[in-house]
């Protein structure tokens, strides 16, 4: 059974950092488009973060751009979010996915597979 395990998230102050990872259990994964997507409560789950397979096309959220880096290494079959300067507005619980496809896509309903989430609070 194919599984993207999420690890990194905490409880940190306004302006820390953190990166989260997410390893996935097939090499298979290294040829597919990966993102990361949030959820806060009381909201719908939202993306932050988008790689093409290779790593040479990212996308973001608004809100995120300038502050979040996603990156990937297919010898580890793992993406990361580094978020630098986080605000309390970050706080969610923080989703990686993937999707069968080397298409980059923004929106949730287009990935295929999803870790069980990693909680990030961010207090202020």
């Known amino acids: 059974q194919v599984q993207l395990v999420e690890s990194g998230g905490g409880l940190v102050q306004a302006g820390d950092s953190l990166r989260l990872s997410c390893t996935a259990s097939?090499?298979?994964?290294?040829?597919?488009?990966r993102g990361w997507f949030r959820q806060a409560p009381g909201k719908e789950r939202e993306f932050v973060a988008a790689?093409?397979?290779?790593?040479?096309?990212?996308y973001y959220a608004d809100s995120v751009k300038g502050r979040f880096t996603i990156s990937r290494d297919n010898a580890k079959n793992t993406v990361y979010l580094q978020m630098n300067t986080l605000k309390p507005e970050d706080s969610a619980v923080y989703y990686c996915?993937?999707?069968?496809?080397?298409?980059?896509?923004?929106?949730?309903?287009?990935?295929?597979?999803w870790g069980q989430g990693t909680q990030v609070t961010v207090s202020s």
């Open positions: 996915a993937a999707r069968t496809s080397v298409v980059v896509r923004t929106t949730p309903k287009e990935y295929d597979y």
């Open positions: 790689s093409s397979w290779g790593g040479d096309s990212t």
């Open positions: 097939a090499r298979t994964f290294s040829r597919y488009a």
